[in-house]
């Protein structure tokens, strides 16, 4: 059974390691990073805005009562399926699905009629591609940063406890931070032999570009920036 290490934050982790083991491996839980919730206020929201948009569901699981219900008669653009469910849940009754690919909701928000300012919640880490290109297009964006991401440390004897002992067969890499914290655990001297074999699967070119020094062919890219992507990855490579 090949063991796979999982480095997203909770809720996620539990979620894909239940996936993982319906599919015959054996996840093993590192979580390199957690999301903490910012005070973002309904203030810091223009009262004209056209819409909202959130390409992470830890977005809305973060933002405040307050926050949500002076947007949530807004029409929601969520980047994907998970997002979707998740500003669903927080409150959002007008939620459109995306591709499931920020760069490409920008374009379907791009491409809709209507003018405005919209309101993106995010993170306060977070790639600003995405708010660029709906500026480039004409479409004025508000950011208002819910969560920040931070990273965890752990010890060696953590890590090695965490393991059992045994080399792992596989990582799961969600975002360029945990790419960089995994990198550091990776030369630790006391734990560089349980990844000597390891192969990587970032879900994305940006993430597998901060594994650097790591050889090309032991990491490998998600087709497309979604979980399901990233899991089928690691089927083909078993």
């Known amino acids: ?31 390199l990073t957690e ?20 390409t992470s569901a830890n977005a809305v699981r973060h933002a405040s009562r307050e926050l949500i219900a002076a947007l949530a008669a807004l029409p929601c653009h969520a980047v994907g399926k998970r997002t979707a469910e998740a500003a669903r849940k927080a409150g959002f009754t007008m ?39 709906l500026s480039a297009a004409g479409i004025p964006v508000r950011a208002v940063e819910t ?23 596989g990582v799961l890499l969600y975002s360029a931070k945990a790419a960089v914290a995994m990198q550091a655990l990776i030369r630790r001297p006391a734990l560089g032999g349980y990844f000597e074999k390891t ?26 920036p979604q979980e399901d992507a990233l899991i089928r990855l690691v089927l083909a490579g078993r």
Do not use: W
Request: aromatic share 6%; with cysteine; charged share 20%.
């Open 95 to 133: 939620v459109n699905e995306g591709p499931g690919d920020a760069l490409a909701l920008t374009d379907a928000i791009a491409g809709g009629s209507a003018a405005g300012t919209i309101v993106y919640l995010c993170g306060r880490v977070r790639f600003p591609a995405f708010e660029q290109r």
């Open 147 to 169: 969560y920040d991401t931070i990273g965890l440390d752990y010890s060696d004897a953590d890590v090695a406890a965490t393991l059992s002992g045994g080399p792992v067969d």
């Open 1 to 31: 059974m090949l063991r796979v290490l999982l480095t997203r934050p909770e809720p996620g982790a539990s979620r894909t390691a239940h996936r993982l083991e319906q599919m015959g491996f054996q996840p093993i839980l590192l979580p």
């Open 35 to 54: 999301t903490v919730a910012l005070p973002a206020k309904a203030s810091e929201a223009p009262k004209h805005a056209m819409a909202v948009a959130v």
């Open 199 to 224: 192969g990587f699967f970032a879900l994305s070119g940006r993430i597998a570009a901060a594994l650097d020094g790591v050889a090309p062919e032991r990491v490998r890219v998600a087709a497309e």
